[in-house]
């Protein structure tokens, strides 16, 4: 699969993207440094799940918790969410 073996990660190919659209148009859009380093983290994390598994996307492992939140959570700052 994409990212696997002799490729990058997902998540690292996420953060080369923002990082080459940020120095082509500028600073239309500012990164928080919280986001910044959660991505750093996935990156970590994703690389090591392709060691072992050439088709692991942590976005996949993610995906039940985020989306179990976005239906449960019943604060009004998560109702809000498009």
């Known amino acids: 699969g994409a990212g ?3 490729g990058g990660s997902r998540v690292e190919e996420l953060g080369s993207e923002l990082a080459r659209i940020q120095e082509t148009y500028g600073n239309l859009f500012q990164i928080p440094s919280y986001f910044a380093l959660i991505l750093r983290a996935f990156s970590i994390l ?3 799940g392709l060691q072992t598994d050439p088709d692991y996307a942590i976005a996949q492992e ?3 918790y985020v989306a179990r939140r ?3 959570d019943r604060s009004p ?4 969410a498009p």
């Open 77 to 80: 700052r998560a109702r809000a």
């Open 62 to 64: 993610c995906y039940p």
């Open 46 to 48: 994703e690389g090591i």
């Open 70 to 72: 976005l239906l449960t």
């Open 4 to 6: 696997g073996a002799g």
